[in-house]
C-alpha cells in the first residue's frame, strides 16, 4: 500500500459516510443545510421567480454554497496518523504480520469502510487481475450489483473503492432498484450515440460516440482531435459519474422531485411567457448549483492531495478520486436546491 491509495481509501470513506447519512435522511443528511441566503429575499423562491425583465431572467441567486469542504481537512491528519502506524511504503510480507496490520490500521481509521478492512486490504495489495477482482467482489454488499457493474469496471481498483463506496451507501430496501438503474445507465452511456442523460437533461457520451460529432467538423480542426480522443482516464471518470448519478437519483426519487419542482413552479405563474422565463431559470439555477458544487469538492480532492506524489504519477487514481468527489458534491448540491424550494413551496 502506498501513500496515494492511503488518501484514496480515505476520501472515499469520508464520501460514503455523507452519502449513507443522506440516503438514510439521518441528521447528519439533512440537505437544507448546505444552502444558506446571502441576501434579504427571505426565501430563494423570491429570487427565483423574479423575471420581470431578461436581467432577472439570467441573474444568478444570491446565495453561500457549504458544499465543496465534505472531506477537507480531516485527510491530512489522517494521512499523518498512517504513517506513523503503516511507514509507506511497506513489504509485503504476511509472514511479519504486515498485511494484518493494514486490515487494523484500515478498521481504526476509516469508520465507513472500516468493517470491509480484509476485502479492502486485499484489493489494494492484490498484483494481478485475479485478485483484484475477488477482493473488489468482497467489498460488494449487493452482489447482484457487482455482477452487474463487473463487466463495465474489469480488475480496476480506481473504479472498484469508488463503486463499493456507492454500494455500501445504499439502503437494503433500495438495492434491487439501484442493480437494475446503474445497470441500464451504464448501458445508456456505452451504447447510446446519446449517452446517458442526467436530471437535467445533459449527455455523458462515450467518446465512440462523441467521434460522430467529429466527423462533422474538418480534419483539420483540433475540435475534432479532442472529440473523439478516448482515453482510459476519461472512460474511467464517466463510469464512475454515471454509476453514482443513477444510483444517487434511484435511491432519492430525484427525476422525479426535479419534474415535481418544475411543474410546481410553472403552475405558480400567470401567464405562459413567465412560465418559460421561470422554468428556464430553475435549469439554469440546477445546473449552476451543480458545477459550483462540483468545482469546489475538486479543489478539495486536490488540495488534500497535495504533497502525494503518487498521485501525479497514478492519472488514474487522481482520475477516480477527483470524478467521485465532484460527483457526490453535484449530486448533494441538486438535491439540496430542490429541498429547499420545496421548503419554500410548502412541501
Same mark, same amino acid.
Given at each position: 500500500m502506498s501513500r496515494h491509495m492511503a488518501v484514496f481509501a480515505m476520501i472515499h470513506d469520508q464520501f460514503g459516510t455523507r452519502l449513507k447519512d443522506i440516503f438514510g435522511d439521518t441528521a447528519g443528511g439533512d440537505l437544507s443545510q448546505f444552502i444558506g441566503l446571502n441576501s434579504t429575499d427571505r426565501r430563494l423562491l423570491d429570487q427565483l421567480e423574479r423575471v420581470n425583465n431578461e436581467q432577472q431572467v439570467n441573474e444568478p441567486p444570491n446565495v453561500m454554497l457549504f458544499i465543496g469542504d465534505i472531506i477537507g481537512a480531516p485527510?491530512? *491528519?489522517? #494521512?499523518?496518523?498512517?504513517?506513523?502506524?503503516? *511507514? !509507506?511504503? !511497506? *513489504? #509485503? !510480507? *504476511?509472514? #511479519?504480520?504486515? #498485511?494484518q496490520k493494514l486490515r487494523n490500521v484500515l478498521q481504526q481509521h476509516l469508520p465507513f469502510l472500516g468493517p470491509r478492512a480484509a476485502a479492502l486490504s486485499d484489493l489494494i495489495t492484490a498484483r494481478d487481475p485475479n485478485s483484484i477482482k475477488n477482493a473488489g467482489q468482497q467489498l460488494f454488499s449487493n452482489v447482484s450489483l457487482w455482477d452487474k457493474l463487473k463487466p463495465f469496471i474489469g480488475a480496476d481498483p480506481g473504479a472498484i473503492i469508488p463503486l463499493a463506496t456507492i454500494d455500501s451507501a445504499v439502503p437494503v430496501n433500495k438495492q434491487a432498484n439501484v442493480v437494475v438503474d446503474t445497470e441500464r445507465a451504464l448501458r445508456d452511456y456505452f451504447f447510446k450515440k446519446t449517452g446517458y442523460e442526467t436530471v437535467d437533461g445533459a449527455s455523458v457520451v462515450a467518446p465512440i460516440h462523441l467521434s460522430d460529432v467529429a466527423d462533422t467538423v474538418t480534419e483539420a480542426s483540433p475540435l475534432k482531435n479532442m472529440l473523439s480522443q478516448a482515453t482510459a482516464e476519461r472512460y474511467l471518470r464517466d463510469t464512475i459519474r454515471v454509476a453514482l448519478e443513477s444510483t444517487y437519483d434511484s435511491v432519492r426519487d430525484l427525476r422525479d422531485g426535479y419534474k415535481d419542482i418544475k411543474t410546481k413552479l410553472k403552475n405558480r405563474q400567470p401567464d405562459n411567457q413567465k412560465k418559460v422565463a421561470v422554468e428556464q431559470k430553475f435549469i439554469n439555477w440546477f445546473r449552476g448549483f451543480s458545477s459550483t458544487a462540483e468545482s469546489a469538492s475538486m479543489r478539495a480532492v486536490e488540495v488534500a492531495t497535495q504533497g502525494v506524489s503518487e498521485f501525479q504519477t497514478n492519472p488514474l487514481i487522481a482520475a477516480a478520486a477527483g470524478s467521485f468527489a465532484g460527483t457526490v458534491a453535484r449530486k448533494v448540491a441538486q438535491d439540496s436546491f430542490l429541498k429547499v424550494l420545496r421548503n419554500d413551496l410548502g412541501g
Open positions: 485527510i491530512s *491528519p489522517l #494521512l499523518q496518523s498512517f504513517e506513523t502506524q503503516l *511507514p !509507506f511504503p !511497506f *513489504p #509485503l !510480507f *504476511p509472514q #511479519l504480520g504486515v #498485511l
